[in-house]
């Protein structure tokens, strides 16, 4: 079992920064990639980033490419998410998720557990 606890998610102006943290639970952490995934009020949960196991892969969304950065720290047991040059579109609540055992493309992971969430608001 994994448990998953986001937090960061704030309001934040158009243009800012943020950075999510996922906190996990388990000895299983280290040997699952991770996902970011939001899902804006009336729109389907989608994909934002990844990262394996090892931080050997990093991937994103191509709306996000160039202005978020995601990170983990295995000894720490949690992963990041860096945010920068915010904007409106995303506005949403942030999940992380985890697959335990894991070695193919963390993009396409079909991700086993999942956080509550933490809530996003880009809005001047």
Known sequence: QVQLVESGGRLVPPGGSLRLSCAASGRRFSSSPMGWFRQAP????????????????????????????????????????EMNSLKPEDTGVYYCAAKPGYVGSPRYARYDYWGQGTQVTVSS
């Open 42 to 81: 009336g729109k389907e949960r989608e994909f934002v980033a990844a990262i394996s196991w090892n931080s050997g892969a990093t991937e994103y969304a191509n709306s996000v490419k160039g202005r978020f950065s995601i990170s983990r720290d295995n000894g720490k047991n949690t992963v990041y998410l």
